[in-house]
């Protein structure tokens, strides 16, 4: 690689201009670590004038991102764009096939694209570089590759995203409820003021466990159909119940190889308060691995915010500037092989179902020979009589059973007059 | 680099025969990965016919590693012996003026020597490597000298040292003393067999403080005069009393730049018992790294065992057979320099102190007015007499003071005929 680098920047949002004012205070550092000189040459952006964080030089400004490829010889393209195809996808096939370098914090067009742009790059012989799409400024796919390297993984699982452990903690310590909480966090900036939809779904932590599997396991991304649950139908009353319990709930994200079969999950689950996954609070993200011989090994920080981000961002651009071309996955693209779906229905866990019901006799006994006509067994039951209003809450946690027989279970609920609301469903980690 | 890369080991102790039979095993692996074929073509140890875990192949065996580089193109020698001097320094600097790339897992040779090692591979265009030399299975330096390159770390600490941490665990657990608890470590092959004081006077967390430093900061490896205390005088009355208070022990490393100046130490701290690093238990090892832009960032894993340091050492394998010459300590020799040290006596800690005295009138006073005349400020004490012995324990916890008048006012407990033993201090951690 020659030593002048010539940088462009598309997409100034929160990341994109934080990255831009970064790289602009560390060039000497960079230099001193790598001997490269780089220089921001191009930047483009939706708007032009939009007020930031950081001014930008607008000598360099390109209203289409296309056209910096036919002005300028580019050597490393930031994509912080962020979608998961359109003007994203195009940017990054068309610099890679220009023998560009690429470096993207975009975790939607990685899970979904991943393969074909790794592919790409292969061809090309250039890099693409993604440590900043999972879990902010936690260097984890690095330490997968790298660090973790020869070892045989078999599991890794983790909170990867930062906005629902915000609000579910924060939803714990305030007392306050899942929308007021939302709120909060829109204004200070932890979820998207306009759709935090994909955060609270569980797609944002899902991509991620997408990448975090197709890394670990060797393994092309999978495509598998998936349990995907979000924490949109945690009630603060669950939160309370599960701290009466000595509980907690945590969105995890978990991919893990079942007798040669790939299963991956995102689920908001029941953890013991006083497990270490128990205590990751607030923003902070958390992954755990497992395997042969390192045994357990786990990552914890910041998972989201311009700072952490822009921190892979740079661990990226550095590794890039001091080494040879590298497989974006740790591996060729060719030697990849896809796996095998375990199939969701065995999935087995306890679980925690929470029934509102008419304050009716047999009510219970309709829920409890339902459970045991399923073989499903109860681990401990809680009946809350709410006479005011005549109704019940019943609170169970069950031994463990699989997806399948829990739902076949539990439909005959839908259309009972005395179940006045279909059982809220939250699955004990382990 | 060529495709077929010759290795050699040196040192066939748990480490080494562990990493002989990986290597064995993950050829195939390897190549996938980097598409370079390796071989063992010589090993070394004091013992060719002593009973090993695994077989070696006594036609490579060499008595005397020196040999090797005469008989033999080696591109990569592993060396497992582990002295800080002797001939694992001769043996290293002879590799690396051959141009051989040496990787080795010697904290203490890494500590002591790794300057000049450094500037010797840089010399040679060689790659010296040692990820293993820290917190066995985590990766840690590869996570700074690369995940976080252009952060500014600002502190690094944690448990360092599994073996202790092990023993503190053990005793609370089991209620057994630090003999009794020791003699089960060494049993389980968790402390030296025959000379296990490297590891509980503090040192070998100290030779890793002196490693994540210069990584850390940039900056040459300290020689500083500095505060290291094992855990020999850590008695299991103390681990009660701690738990009583709320509090645990854990042998910690820290190191941190203060205005400047660099602050490096081990020594025992009393941390909460519902903090993240007062649940790092066993023999986990675990570093927290504070920094800009990335916050706080942390690592836990296993610190120990041939299994994890061997997955470190086969990181840096695949680091040199994927990649181009690094520096060992991230930036050249020559662009790091030597940073002042921090006044230890300016350290502050709120203390733990136990007295045992004789029961007599007046000697709680005593005690108060000392530390009242040095203005240490008693934020709790605890009196428990022991009638039948004439004897009382005095436990106190004070607010925070520093090291030279904590030292001064505990001084005149020396020679006091009724202190029945120098007072046991501990600090707490912040």
Avoid at 124 to 140: R, T, W, Y
Avoid at 191 to 208: C, Q, T, V
Avoid at 303 to 325: E, F, M, V
Avoid at 388 to 398: E, P
């Amino acid at each position: 690689m020659k030593n002048n680098i010539n940088i462009a920047i598309v997409g100034l949002g929160q990341v994109g201009i934080y990255l831009y004012n970064e790289l602009n205070i560390k060039k000497k550092d960079i230099e001193k670590k790598t001997g490269k000189k780089i220089k921001i040459v191009a930047i483009s952006a939706k708007n032009k004038d939009k007020k930031r964080k950081f001014s930008i030089s607008k000598k360099i400004f390109y209203k289409n991102p296309l056209q910096i490829f036919k002005k300028e010889k580019i050597d490393i393209l930031f994509e912080c764009i962020g979608l998961s195809d359109g003007i994203s996808k195009i940017l990054v096939e068309t610099a890679l096939n220009n023998k560009i370098n690429v470096i993207t914090p975009n975790k939607a067009l990685i899970a979904k694209h991943g393969d074909n742009l790794s592919k790409l790059a292969e061809k090309n012989k250039v890099n693409l570089e993604f440590e900043a799409s999972v879990a902010g400024g936690i260097p984890i796919l690095r330490t997968i590759k790298e660090g973790l390297a020869t070892n045989k993984i078999y599991k890794v699982y983790g909170i990867l995203n930062g906005t629902t452990n915000y609000i579910l903690s924060e939803m714990e310590i305030t007392n306050e409820t899942f929308n007021k909480v939302l709120l909060k966090a829109q204004k200070l900036g932890y979820a998207e003021p306009g759709n935090p939809k994909l955060d609270l779904n569980g797609f944002d932590a899902f991509a991620k466990i997408r990448i975090l599997s197709a890394l670990s396991f060797n393994t092309r991304i999978s495509k598998n159909k998936c349990i995907m649950e979000g924490i949109e139908n945690i009630e603060l009353e669950d939160i309370k119940i599960a701290n009466q319990l000595g509980l907690r709930i945590k969105l995890l994200g978990i991919s893990e190889i079942i007798k040669n079969k790939l299963f991956e999950t995102v689920h908001p689950c029941l953890v013991n308060k006083n497990t270490y996954i128990g205590n990751v609070n607030g923003v902070m993200n958390a992954v755990i691995m497992e395997g042969k011989p390192i045994g357990e090994c786990l990552l914890q920080g910041e998972g989201a915010g311009p700072g952490p981000t822009s921190s892979s961002l740079l661990s990226d651009l550095l590794s890039i500037l001091k080494g040879n071309i590298k497989y974006p996955f740790g591996m060729s693209y060719y030697k990849r092989k896809s796996v095998k779906a375990f199939n969701n229905n065995n999935y087995k866990n306890s679980l925690y179902l929470r029934f509102e019901v008419k304050d009716r006799q047999g009510v219970l006994s309709l829920i409890t020979n339902r459970l045991a006509k399923y073989k499903i067994s109860v681990k401990r039951i809680i009946q809350t009589p709410d006479k005011k209003n005549k109704k019940a809450r019943i609170v169970i946690i069950t031994h463990k059973t699989t997806e399948i027989n829990s739902k076949n279970c539990l439909s005959i609920f839908k259309k009972n007059k005395n179940i006045l609301k279909f059982p809220t469903l939250i699955r004990l980690y382990n």
